[in-house]
């Protein structure tokens, strides 16, 4: 067994002895993603052991939340044996911290859970990011206004609408210069170029699910030439006025 082996076996064992025996640990105990862009797409391996005096069998794994896909695992884990779990992980959609589960359920029905945590950069930061059409009829028109800015704040961002979003939606945008030193007072004048966005609706559609539900949650798409990979949004809500 090689250094790395050894310090991985000494860490189950002292996790062991912290954790329930029946249980299965990984190292670290929270896996560390790090910072990544938004738009890419990681490859994961979790490493870890069953610390069980029993064998598990594993029904199925899935991720808690979105993003996870591709699972690789192995069925069955004999007593004191290793598991790797492997999948992909896409951070499209996502900024900020995030903190993850990955859940794997017994034959038993028995849950056990694997953390990772990590950071989404954003090339592009939206000064608000959730609007309220309030009660809303069919075709009316609802407009809001708010700010956008490149993160590194070196150059004016080049987002557009993404083409099922402007099916319901349309944008003016005006140059300006900000002063972001307060982000709930954003004010222009300052030294950050950015833009002036004004959001309106074209009248919103209900159809599909959507007939049965009597809230209304859009999300609204972005998109940028310069960072094709990023994934502006943001959310209108509100209620059907029926």
Do not use: C
Not at 107 to 131: N, Q, R, W
Not at 197 to 219: A, F, M, N, P, Y
Request: cysteine-free; charged content about 25%.
């Amino acid at each position: 067994m090689d250094f790395k082996n050894i310090a991985f076996a000494a860490a189950l064992a002292v996790s062991s002895q912290v954790f329930a025996v029946d249980a299965i640990l990984f190292v670290p105990e929270t896996y560390p993603i790090g910072e990544v862009n938004q738009g890419d797409v990681k490859h994961i391996s979790l490493k870890g052991a069953n610390v069980s005096q029993k064998e598990i069998t594993l029904e199925n794994v899935m991720g808690q939340g979105v993003g996870m896909s591709n699972f690789k695992y192995p069925t069955k884990i004999a007593p004191g044996g290793a598991i790797n779990i492997e999948f992909d992980m896409d951070f499209s959609g996502m900024e900020g911290p995030i903190n993850a589960l990955v859940v794997m359920v017994g034959t038993d029905g028995k849950p056990y859970t694997a953390s990772l945590e990590g950071f989404v950069k954003t090339p592009v930061f939206f000064g608000e990011k959730m609007f309220d059409a309030g009660y809303y009829s069919k075709g009316e028109k609802r407009e809001w206004t708010f700010y956008v800015w490149e993160t590194d704040k070196k150059a004016r961002p080049d987002i557009t609408l993404d083409a099922a979003s402007s099916k319901e939606f349309s944008i003016k945008k005006k140059n300006v210069m900000l002063n972001i030193d307060k982000l709930d007072e954003i004010k222009e004048g300052g030294k950050v170029p950015g833009i002036k966005v004004t959001l309106s609706t074209k009248g919103l559609k209900r159809e599909g699910w959507e007939l049965k539900q009597k809230s209304i949650r859009k999300v609204v798409s972005f998109k940028s030439k310069k960072f094709p990979k990023a994934t502006p949004e943001v959310l209108v809500v509100g209620y059907w006025n029926e």
